[in-house]
């Protein structure tokens, strides 16, 4: 994953969101009385969810795959934002949303970052979360696609001020194994500028902004001290062979974790993106399962 810099003196300043309207992300509403709020990654698109969402929504399930905050606007806009602005929209459909007054079963789901948003959720309104699914959960970058100088370049963006500088280039498998799916991203990301944001709705940013590993970073460090204390059911899916985050991850926090139920499926055919790539099936089946288990007991 090679580092490009931009020296330029824009790279400093707090840039505002712009006038692209993407909306919230989606909401599809079902029949069985259950909801799922489904959760994207960073740098990611509630996109990256469709096929989850979909697949939930046939079985009866409500969903709902808010955006992320300033996903979709400039990558200028995006590498200022902080963590805490990323779960401000993800609580929105708890608190004024279409999860404000619901009265059924609620369960929450992420894929990456988006999977510790999710333990947050349920951590905050523990007596509306039924149970959390997490997806390739991302606490350390330890894949087997991972720079062997990755940790110096963590430090330079954790501790300096050259984060602001730097950005990470996207670069094959892109977190998926599905050759097919894989080369169109390519012909997007190969040839994508640093300030090309014409097809991140669909294929997400690029450039990962080096100031957005130090937000992870926080992130990380405010969930690790409240896992103890987590009690809900948790499912962890991670990929054997994932690009990015290696299994240690999902062992982390199922060893970490409070909870009484908890279970990690590991798959085998699939890279990081597991809820896009070739066992998205197998992923979305596994977590209706869990879903599906835990209404049983009520």
């Keep these: 994953m090679p580092v490009v810099w931009s020296l330029k003196i824009r790279e400093f300043r707090k840039h505002k969101p712009g006038n692209r309207n993407l909306g919230n992300g989606f909401t599809l509403k079902g029949a069985n009385g259950a909801a799922v709020v489904l959760i994207h990654g960073l740098t990611g698109t509630p996109n990256e969810m469709r096929f989850i969402a979909n697949y939930l929504n046939k079985k009866g399930y409500s969903v709902i795959c808010p955006r992320l905050a300033n996903h979709g606007e400039s990558i200028l806009v995006l590498k200022g934002t902080k963590w805490q602005e990323f779960y401000e929209s993800v609580r929105k459909p708890f608190l004024t949303g279409e999860l404000a007054n ?11 970052m988006g999977a510790l948003l999710a333990l947050l959720l349920a951590d905050e309104f523990k007596d509306r979360v039924s149970g959390v699914c997490c997806l390739a959960p991302t606490l350390f970058y330890d894949g087997w696609n991972t720079p062997v100088n990755s ?4 430090l330079l963006a954790y501790y300096t001020p050259l984060n602001y500088l730097a950005y990470f280039k996207e670069e094959p498998p892109y977190g998926i194994k599905n050759e ?12 994508a500028s640093l300030d090309g944001i014409e097809n991140v709705e669909q294929y997400g940013y690029p450039y990962f902004p080096a100031s957005q590993l130090r937000q992870l970073n926080l992130l990380v460090r405010h969930i690790a001290k409240k896992l103890p204390d987590m009690r809900f059911p948790v499912q962890l899916i991670q990929a054997k062979d994932d690009d990015m985050t290696s299994v ?7 060893d970490k ?6 279970e990690i499926a590991l ?8 809820t896009a790539d070739q066992e998205r099936d197998i992923v979305a089946a596994k977590m209706e399962n869990f879903f599906y288990r835990i209404l049983g007991r009520r």
């Design 248 to 254: 240690k991850n999902s062992k982390y926090i199922y």
């Design 267 to 274: 798959l085998y055919n699939s890279y990081h993106v597991v």
């Design 151 to 154: 940790n110096i370049l963590l």
């Design 102 to 112: 619901y009265a059924g079963p609620i369960f929450t789901g992420g894929l990456s």
């Design 180 to 191: 097919a799916i894989q080369q169109r991203i390519h012909k997007y990301y190969d040839n």
């Design 257 to 262: 974790i409070g909870s009484k139920m908890k």
